[in-house]
C-alpha cells in the first residue's frame, strides 16, 4: 500500500503540513498588543432568529470591516481608538453599539428589518421560504449567464496583456510563538523577515515566493495561445524541494466565467455557471455606482454547505451586457476540502476604451492547518495582476509555433531580475522582498542541509552518502516472497553534484532461500544542458539488470521488491528470473508529444513452481504412460522498440533528481510498439506488438470526476505463452488502479484484448448530504473494469504440441487461461479520505468465479493526500 508516486506528487501537500507543524509551537494567541481589539459574535434576524449572511460590519471612520459568514458570525480586530462598531445590512435597520478598547469581546446581534429600504425581497440567511420563482436575484443571474459568452475574453478575435504573477507560502502564527519558534529561532536573519500587515493580528514568516512577467496572446479561429516569459524569479530550496510546479497546479488561475474553477486540485461550481440558480441562493443586497457605472451588488451562497461552492458577493453592471465587474468569494467551512483553514478569493475587472470589463487583478488567499482548531498555520497568496490590454490586434502566425522565450536566458539572470524589477505591476513588501535573500542564506546553513537531508531520507526514501552519491530507496532494503526467501538490498544512485547530464544507479541483492544474487547497473546521459529528468527531456538511458519478477505484475512506479508489497494473498510461487539489456533514447518537444526507440534482449527463465514444458508432455489419457517431460530452460527475446505519447497541457511534479505527471482534464495517448527479430543476438522468436492506452479525468463538476484508461493490444506472430500479453493482475493488498486487483498473477493471457477501466471519485457529494457523515468529510468511490480478449488457435498450445503448455497445478488443474468465451470483470465501492489519506475499497469478482483460487470479494487500501 506504498505509492513512491503518491508520496512523490504530494510532497508539496506533506511540505506544507511539515511548514503548518513548524508554527504549531503553542496556541495561537491574538492579543499581540493590549491595543489590540477583537470584536466577535453572531447576526440573527430579530423576528424570525435566522442568521444573516454579507452583514456588513465596520468601525465607523475607518476602514476595517468584514462580513458574516453563513452562520452569521464575524469575527473583526482593530488597533483604533474608535469605541463604536456599525452593523448595517439592505432590508434591516443599522445598529451601532460601544465597545471597551482592548482584549476580546462577544457582541450578539439581532437586526430588525425595514421594511421601507426593501419592499421587493426579504434578505435573510438560509431562509427556507427561499425560491428561485419570482426572485429578481435569481432573474438578474439569468442575465449574467445568458451574456457570458460575449463578456469572456475568448469573444475577442486576437487580444494580448502583459501578466504580472507572484505566489508566496509563509508561515503563520503570532509573531510571539514564530520568534519562539525552537527550529527558526537560530536563524536570526529569517526572523527579521516576518511581516505583520497582511493579515492584522497574525504574523506570516514568508519562506517560498515566486514571480514571473509575461506576454499573452490568444487568436479565436483557430483556437491558439502563447506565453512569451519576459522575467521570472523563485526561491530555491535545493534540488530535492522543487515545489513550483505544484504549487502553480494548486493555485489556478481563476475565471469567474467557466462553469467549473479548479481550486487545490478540486472543482468548484461557479457562481455563474449555467447551473448556479440550482445550487446558489441569490439575494440582491445594494446597489451602488462606481466611475459613473450603476452596478446591482448579488450575495450568494451555497444551498448545501458542504457541496463544493463559494459563498460571497459580485457585482453586475447594469449597461445591458451584465458583465462581472468585481468578486469577492470564499469556500465555507464545511466544504469537503483537506488541511484548508480559509481560502479567499477576490477579482476586479476594469473597464477597457470599448466599454468592455477585462479582468484587471485576481488575489486568492489560503491558510491551510494540519489540525483544524490549530492557530498556527501555513498562509499562501497568489496574485495575478494583467494590464496593456491590446484587442484585436493580429500577430504573425509563426509567433504562436515558436517554443515559450525568457528573453534574457536562463544564464542572464542579473539582465532577468532587472527587468522584473523595473515592470513589476507593484512593489514589494519589506519581507517579500527579502525573502530571496534570507531563503539563500538558510539554504546554505549546515544544520538546514541537514534538516533537508533527513526530509529526504522520509519524503524520497534516498539519504546522502557524501556530496556525489545517495543510498536508497529505503523501503526497498528488505523484503520477502516464496522464491528467494529473505531479500537484502543496497544501492543508490549519482547526484546532480556528480553532474547534471549524467546520472549512474545501481544496486545488488541477495536472497536467502535461492542463495543467487541479483544486479543492476544503469546510466542516463542528458543531450541538453538540463537534468534529465527536467521537460523537456532528451536522454540516452543504457542499463543492464539479472533479478526477478512476477510474470503480469506491473505496479507502476512502485518498487518490486518494496517492503510492504511482500504481503500477498493466495499462491504466490510462479516467478522468473530475468536477464536484460537495454538501450533506449527519449525525446521530448515542448507541445508535450515525445517518442522513445530503444532495443531490449530479454533472457527468461521460470522460476518458483513455475515450469516452461512443452505442450506434448502435457499428462496422457488415464491408463497410458506418461511422456518424457520436455522442459524449456529459457526462452530470449531480441527486440525494437518504439513509444509514441502525447499529453496536451502536462504539468510535472518536477525534482532535480525525479519528475511525475499532474493529472489534468486533457487525454493523454500512449502508443507502443514491439518487434521481435529471431536469430539476432539468440533471440528465439519473430513478433510484432501494437498497444494504445488512452487515459482521461473527466470532471462532472458537483458529481466529482472519473479516472477513465481505455487500453488494446494485438500480438502478430507465434509466440509461446511468456510473450502473449499477461494481464496486470495484482495479489498484494495495495489497490491498484490500472491493475485487477483479485486476478491472479498469470491467470490470463491473450493475444488480442481491449480494456476499459472507470474510477469514479464522488468527493463526498452523497456523504456530505446524510446527518452523520457529512462532519467526517469521507469520499465515495465507485470502480468498474472489463476486460476482453482472446488467444488466436496458432497461438494456443492444444493446437501445436511446439508450442510452451499452459502452467497447470500440480493436480492438474489449470493456472492459465485465455479471454474467449466472456470478459473479466470486477467492480469496487471505496471510502476514501479517512484520516485524510487513507482509501479503503471493496472490490468484487464477477466473471470466472470458478477458477481455481480465486477470491470474490476482497478489502484493498491505498495512500494518497489529496486536497
Known sequence: MYSTKNVYVNTLHILVCCLAFLALGANFNPLQ??????????????????????????????????????????ALKTNQAQNKIQFTYLGYKSVTLDFT???????????????????????????????????????????????KSKNRMESYDFVQYQQYDKLQLALSNSPEKLRNNILLKRYDFIMKNIDTTTLPGTGILPLYMQESLSQRFYQKDPEKRKTVVQAEKKVDFGEFVVINSYVKHMYQDVDIYKNNITILTNQFLSPIADLAPTFYRFYITDTVVVDGQKLTELSFSPKNETDFLF?????????????????????????????????????????????????????????????????????GERTVSYKDYRINQPQPAGLYEEDDLTKGGPFAKEQTEAFLAANRHDS??????????????????????????????????????????????????????????????????????????????????????????????????????????AFPVRALRVNYQKDTKIPGQDLQFIQEDNFLLSFKRGTNDKWLYNETYNIDYLHEFRNRFSFRVGYRNWKQAPAGSLEYIKASSTPPQEGEPAPEVNRVDNITTSEFRLELRWAPHEEYVQGKLYRFPIVNRYPVFTLRAAAGVKGLFNGDYDYQNLTLNVAKRFYLSQLGYSDVIAEGGYIFGKVPFPLLAIHRANQTYSYQPQSYNLMNFLEFVSDQYASIN????????????????????????????????????????????????????STGLPITYSLDKKPYVEASLGVGNIFKFFRLDVVKRLTYLDNPGVSELGLRGRFKFDF
Open 428 to 533: 514589494l513588501t519589506f519581507s517579500e522582498a527579502n525573502t530571496y535573500e534570507s531563503i539563500d542564506s538558510l539554504r546554505n546553513t549546515k544544520s538546514f542541509k541537514r534538516t533537508l537531508d533527513i526530509a529526504t531520507l522520509f519524503i524520497a526514501g534516498f539519504k546522502k552518502a557524501g556530496p556525489y552519491f545517495e543510498i536508497g530507496p529505503v523501503n526497498t532494503f528488505y523484503s520477502f516472497n516464496p522464491v528467494e526467501g529473505f531479500r537484502l538490498r543496497a544501492g543508490g544512485r549519482t547526484t546532480t553534484t556528480f553532474s547534471q547530464k549524467v546520472m549512474f544507479e545501481t544496486y545488488a541483492a541477495y536472497g536467502f532461500k535461492d542463495e543467487k544474487w541479483k544486479y543492476f547497473l544503469g546510466g542516463t546521459y542528458s543531450f541538453t544542458d538540463r537534468s534529465i529528468f
Open 758 to 809: 472507470i474510477d469514479h471519485c464522488f468527493n463526498g457529494f452523497i456523504f456530505n448530504k446524510l446527518p452523520l457523515l457529512k462532519e467526517t468529510k469521507l469520499r465515495e468511490f465507485a470502480t468498474v473494469k472489463v476486460l476482453y480478449g482472446k488467444v488466436r488457435e496458432e497461438n494456443d498450445p492444444k493446437n501445436d504440441p511446439e508450442l510452451l503448455a499452459f502452467p497447470t497445478y
Open 33 to 74: 498588543a493590549q491595543s489590540v481589539t477583537t470584536i466577535k459574535g453572531n447576526i440573527k434576524d430579530a423576528l424570525t432568529k435566522e442568521p444573516l449572511i454579507g452583514v456588513s460590519i465596520f468601525i465607523p471612520g475607518t476602514t476595517l470591516g468584514t462580513t458574516s459568514d453563513l452562520e452569521g458570525n464575524y
Open 101 to 147: 478598547p482592548g482584549g476580546t469581546q462577544v457582541l450578539n446581534v439581532q437586526l430588525e428589518s425595514d421594511a421601507k429600504k426593501l419592499k421587493e425581497v426579504v434578505i435573510k440567511g438560509r431562509s427556507k421560504n427561499y425560491s428561485n420563482k419570482n426572485n429578481p436575484a435569481v432573474d438578474l443571474i439569468r442575465l449574467v449567464v445568458d451574456n
Open 311 to 379: 459563498t460571497g458577493k459580485l457585482y453586475v453592471t447594469m449597461d445591458g451586457n451584465y458583465a462581472v465587474q468585481k468578486v469577492d468569494m470564499e469556500v465555507g467551512k464545511k466544504v469537503n476540502i483537506n488541511w484548508v483553514r480559509d481560502l479567499h478569493i477576490n477579482l476586479d475587472f476594469d473597464r477597457l476604451p470599448n466599454g468592455r470589463f477585462n479582468l484587471s487583478k485576481s488575489v486568492m488567499k489560503t491558510e491551510f492547518a494540519v489540525v483544524d482548531k490549530s492557530k498556527g498555520g501555513v498562509y
